[in-house]
């Protein structure tokens, strides 16, 4: 346990030194990158120059930066003229609210997908395979245009953009959940499926169970291993989708933000982003490395 | 030591093989189409003026959002460019870019993994962990951030792609080569006399690179639908370009009035995607049934 | 599926199930064609066949467990007195773990790994609702404890990964007398054990036989059912061609495949004949390139060995796995090393192959050193010491074909190399187009031969062979020995062999090393060791191996 958090952190600091050598390695001034498309002025420079401590040496620099960080100090956007960490707070709702919905679409469909169809006749498994294979290859923001098209402009059934009240998480969290729904899905059947040519299923069979009580108490705890394994693929998915979705239907959020910063190179937002998200996947796959051990209890020996 | 006995695997062979031949025939249809159309989409590539006659990029306000119908067959976009035209010329952008990055993923991966299973066990955690910081930034932002430095642009954005993709390819070669370096084969090999070297060039390397193409075929599909996301955030090929992503970017603002400016490029990326992963399936089938 | 009417026929409660012409098929193929086969209450059926003949799917379809995509058709099916032809799923649920328990090999898969072997054994008792709920826990420990599990408490809360193979057998047992049913099922139950923990599997399903349960027990090993059946039905593909009561068909069998396979099982009888036909081996020639090599001395001690071993010690972690052991081999002689799993045969193979370094002790090669030397010394000698190893195809390059991967150990000119692959193949009894074939095109005892072509190949002094024989079928066990030995013969090469199989070891070596715990507790002439065994685990160990009633010769 011990291990695991000295391994996040480990990594944590990795991904901190690895923005910080982007922008140093960065074509062109430092200064020059920082300021990006803000306000230029011989002060303002000079205050870059001194909050980054760039008038000292390297190394100094550097652990100046690492202690900002630890002290939960993200930087100013010296084009929005405010602080980073403010700029996230208030940003960091919409986007949880977006994931943690597609997150739950995507696992409940392919559970449920996963559990109505294994072991059935070959031509539901055929239609189950199909979809996961269409729902991986569409990319994300095509997904969202058409249920865009089909339910807001032509059915009218939910708001085209904005943040405002479940309703409009409906469509975006179906955006961001469907692809989710399809890779989960097909390592879930998978799973099932491998799991129900096992001996011990036909040992359990050979006890009576039903093979709805087969899949329910003994196959897809065994399924969950590998989508467990993939945990860190998929938050990495949700966040990247984050920013696609967010755009595309017009919602606020960390998605936004990093948009933006890129588009107008605000590097001290993007390198905030791009660390925050590196934290996020770490605490998420720190949790689901627990749970694993609770799934197969055999690593534990 | 215990001896298998290979009568109880029996009846799971025998309904497996039953299972087989019913994927084939499903596979009948599926992988022939598949290959017509990356070949359609090769041709797209290298002789664009062979699909599609009319320049994608002249723009004849008249036809405005003109519906699919003669003269335009898949419609015409908000300032009148033939959508036709424009998807067809779009494959040599979008395609590019998700090839190029594959490549550049692929022959980094290989070198890195191949680097990491072979080398000392310090140099090996080392690169281990660097794949893992890597894999930690979710392959979007991590383009993102390659992006924030570089600015937008085709190579840039390919270059994003390679970067984020790296990881992956790296790791998977480097567990390749752990389980080939202890295969049985390998050690046979060492009992002849042969030496290190020649045993890594002889058997090591050459069952390390076999599952390549089937992973590469299968990334490509990935690259492309990333280097169209990026595309439709504004950061890949600049306008008026041709690029799939691109295209449904401008095309998001007409969906009520001329769907067929987003449905085609849309359907273009998916069918391209699908193709490559029931080719790439196909290869990984094939390869499969060659190791046991 | 139709119901045939069976007429007047009573439904015979004499039989708890009857089956006529049975016949089974998987997409058009058919494994089972035609069995007739009853078990009657309190009796103990065997059906032994090797691999492909059908004896498995046919246990299975007895508890309408045949697999999916099958396609099971029958005269006449009867189970527990009602037409089983008529059966749906919820009847043949019903039945399983009530009237009828399973018992398949390796409980280590055979019970759900996540899962504690306690749930498993309640979960018969929940489904066919035997024990209400709240007497469920107590009686798990009461079966435990029926089937000899010690500490029932404890065990019950662990998993199969944390028992030893025989207690998790003893668990599968468990969960398959739970429900009380008049019959097991019990197919291959002792396979993937040590011979003395089947023999315990073998007393304990004795004891569920003497108290009334009927057994239908599908082997490949007519020896391990010898001690149990009252009725042995002999399968090949598909069909039974012979049945009778045990005594009869193991004493004076009928059917020429029945003879044959009771002939193939090698033992001490079969010592210096050919297992495959009986006729006595060539007895080894001395090896001429090592007889001019050394000198003439061959006794033990006196630098005659080609491979000599002493206080050879090696460690995985704390534990010793070779624990000060020492051996010599003569040229041409066969050393034996027999042990149960964990015994640290492998690892000693391992060391005599020089892929490992001891960590105390030396292995000398035809006098000269062979363990603690540069790899690029001892690269030269490597192809003086060749390995056959149990899984051909694990040794085998995958990409390569059979021509390209007898060639490899070989150092000749391109033009002469082919003739010798030809040569090679010959001699091991394939013919010369399977060169160009890949190995998984062909079948398990084919794939062995290759791999005994290409350790031949270098003209090896010794041959280590590591359970060479023990994935195969018996008849084609006795093929791959018999080569072996005229090999062995014609060559004069020294062989290591390492087997689990007391039987195989008894039939092939010279010289025996008995090895448990990583330490050799006997050694000496095979005849001396298993007629006279003076370690309590050695008479313990041949105690325990099932035999075949002797037969007139």
């Not at chain 1, 679409?105 to 070959?122: E, M, Q, S, Y």
């Not at chain 1, 590998?226 to 938050?235: S, Y």
């Not at chain 2, 042969?194 to 299968?218: D, E, K, Q």
């Not at chain 3, 007895?62 to 099916?77: H, S, W």
Request: hydrophobic share 50%; proline share 7%.
């Amino acid at each position: 346990m011990i291990k695991r958090l000295a391994t996040g952190a480990g990594v944590l600091w990795a991904a901190a030194t690895a923005a910080y050598l982007a922008l140093l390695l960065a074509p062109g001034d430092t200064v020059d990158i920082l300021v990006g498309e803000g306000p230029d002025t011989p002060e303002i420079r000079a205050g870059i120059i001194a909050e980054w401590g760039l008038d000292r040496p390297a190394p100094v620099q550097y652990l100046s930066y690492l202690w900002r960080l630890l002290h939960g100090d993200l930087g100013r956007s010296y084009q929005l003229q405010r602080g980073v960490g403010e700029i996230l707070a208030t940003q960091v709702g919409p986007t949880a609210q977006l994931t943690l919905a597609a997150a739950g679409t995507g696992v409940l469909l392919a559970g449920a997908i996963a559990v109505v169809t294994a072991g059935r006749g070959r031509w539901w498994r055929g239609v189950a395979a199909a979809a996961e294979l269409v729902s991986v290859s569409v990319p994300p923001f095509l997904i969202g245009i058409v249920l865009l098209s089909v339910f807001s402009f032509t059915l009218g059934w939910f708001p085209v953009s904005g943040a405002e009240g479940a309703r409009a998480l409906v469509l975006p969290a179906l955006a961001l959940g469907l692809p989710l729904a399809g890779v989960l899905g097909q390592v879930l059947r998978g799973g099932l499926e491998r799991a129900l040519e096992q001996p011990f299923a036909v040992t359990a069979r050979a006890r009576g169970l039903t093979e709805r009580a087969l899949v329910v108490r003994h196959a897809l705890r065994h399924a969950l291993i590998p989508a467990v394994t993939l945990a860190g693929w998929f938050t990495g998915t949700l966040l990247g989708g984050a920013v696609i979705t967010e755009v595309l239907f017009g919602r606020p959020g960390l998605g936004q933000v990093a948009m933006q910063a890129v588009t107008g190179r605000d590097l001290p937002v993007v390198m905030a982003v791009v660390l925050l998200s590196a934290v996020v996947y770490v605490t998420i796959s720190t949790l689901l490395d627990l749970a694993y051990r609770v799934i197969d209890p055999r690593i534990r020996g | 030591m215990t001896s298998t006995a290979p009568d109880l695997a029996r009846p799971a062979a025998a309904s497996g093989r039953a299972a087989t031949a019913g994927r084939r025939r499903a596979r009948g249809i599926g992988l022939p189409a598949a290959m017509g159309f990356l070949v359609v989409l090769g041709v797209a590539v290298a002789a664009p003026g062979v699909l599609a006659g009319a320049d994608p990029l002249a723009a004849d306000p008249l036809a405005a959002l003109a519906p699919p119908g003669p003269g335009h067959w898949l419609g015409a976009d908000h300032l009148g460019r033939d959508v036709l035209a424009r998807v067809v010329h779009g494959a040599r952008h979008s395609l590019s870019i998700g090839a190029v990055a594959t490549a550049l993923a692929v022959s980094a991966g290989v070198l890195l993994g191949l680097a990491a299973g072979l080398a000392p066990k310090w140099l090996d955690e080392a690169l281990a962990r660097a794949f893992d910081v890597l894999s930690t930034l979710p392959e979007l932002l991590l383009a993102l951030l390659v992006v924030a430095i570089t600015g937008p642009g085709t190579v840039n954005v390919t270059l994003a792609i390679a970067i984020a993709q790296l990881p992956n390819y790296a790791r998977v070669i480097r567990a390749q080569t752990f389980v080939v370096r202890h295969a049985g084969y390998v050690e046979h090999a060492v009992t002849f006399g042969r030496s290190r070297l020649a045993v890594t060039l002889g058997h090591v390397l050459p069952n390390v690179l076999g599952p390549i193409p089937v992973l590469a075929t299968i990334g490509l599909g990935t690259a492309v639908i990333a280097g169209s996301g990026l595309s439709f955030l504004g950061m890949g090929p600049q306008p008026p370009a041709a690029e799939w992503g691109a295209m449904l970017s401008e095309a998001r603002n007409y969906l009520r009035v001329a769907w067929w400016e987003a449905l085609f490029p849309g359907l273009a990326i998916t069918l391209t995607v699908v193709c490559l992963t029931v080719a790439g399936r196909r290869l990984q089938r094939r390869f499969e049934g060659r190791t046991p | 599926m139709t119901a045939p009417m069976i007429g007047h026929a009573p439904p015979a409660l004499a039989t708890l199930v009857a089956v006529e012409d049975l016949r089974v098929s998987f997409g058009g193929t058919e494994v089972v064609r035609g069995v007739s086969l009853s078990v009657a209450p309190g009796e103990c059926v065997a059906v032994v066949g090797e691999s492909g003949s059908g004896k498995s799917v046919t246990a299975r379809t007895l508890l309408g467990l045949a697999g999916p995509g099958a396609e099971v058709r029958a005269a006449a099916f009867t189970v527990d007195g009602r037409d089983a032809l008529a059966f749906g799923p919820g009847d043949w649920r019903r039945l399983r773990g009530r009237f009828a328990g399973l018992v398949l090999q390796d409980a280590l898969v055979s019970l759900d790994p996540l899962r504690t072997v306690g749930a498993e054994i309640a979960e018969v008792l929940a489904t066919h609702e035997v024990t209400p709920r709240a007497g469920r826990a107590a009686r798990v420990l009461e079966l435990l404890e029926a089937v000899g599990v010690p500490e029932p408490e404890l065990r019950a809360r662990q998993r199969p990964h944390q028992l030893s193979g025989g207690l998790r057998q003893r668990v599968l047992i468990a969960s398959a007398i739970a429900a009380d049913p008049g019959l097991i099922i019990a197919d291959e139950p002792t396979t993937a054990l040590d011979v003395t923990v089947q023999a315990q599997v073998l007393r304990l399903l004795a004891a569920r036989k003497a108290a009334g349960t009927a057994l239908l027990l599908i082997s490949h090993d007519l020896a391990v059912v010898a001690s149990i059946a009252d009725r042995i039905l002999v399968m090949k593909d598909g069909r039974v061609v012979e049945e009778g009561r045990a005594a009869d068909v193991l004493a004076a069998p009928a059917h020429d495949y029945t003879r044959s396979l009771l002939a193939a099982v090698p033992s001490a009888a079969s010592r210096g004949t050919r297992l495959t036909t009986g006729e006595p081996l060539p007895r080894p020639a001395p090896a001429p390139a090592l007889a001019l090599a050394t000198a003439t001395a061959t006794g033990p001690g006196s630098g005659g060995e080609v491979l000599a071993g002493s206080g050879l010690v090696r460690s995985y972690g704390p534990r010793r796995v070779v624990d000060d052991v020492s051996f010599s081999l003569r040229p041409g002689e066969t050393l034996g090393v027999v042990g149960e799993s964990g015994s640290g045969k492998t690892t000693l193979a391992r060391l005599a192959l020089a892929l490992l370094d001891p960590e105390h002790g030396a292995i000398t090669l035809r006098g000269g050193p062979w363990t603690g030397l540069r790899e690029r010394r001892r690269r030269p000698l490597r192809p003086r010491v060749q390995l056959v190893s149990q899984n051909p195809l694990d040794s085998f390059d995958p990409r390569h074909t059979v021509g390209r991967l007898v060639a490899e150990p070989l150092r000749l000119p391109r033009a002469e190399r082919r003739a010798r692959v030809l040569d090679l193949l010959r001699r091991v009894g394939l013919p010369p187009e399977t060169a160009g074939r890949h190995p998984r095109e062909l079948s398990g005892g084919q794939r062995q031969r290759v791999a005994i072509a290409r350790a031949l190949g270098p003209r090896p002094d010794v041959l280590v062979c590591d359970e060479p024989v023990s994935a195969l079928d018996v008849s084609v066990q006795a093929q791959v020995l018999d080569l072996l030995a005229e090999v062995q013969a014609e060559y004069g090469t020294a062989m290591v062999f390492i087997s689990h199989d007391l039987g195989v070891v008894h039939h092939v070596a010279d010289r025996v090393l008995v090895m448990k715990d990583g330490r050799v507790v006997e050694e000496g002439e095979a005849e001396e060791v298993f007629a006279r065994p003076r370690h309590p685990y050695t008479r313990a160990l041949v105690a325990a191996v099932p035999r075949l009633p002797s037969r007139p010769a």
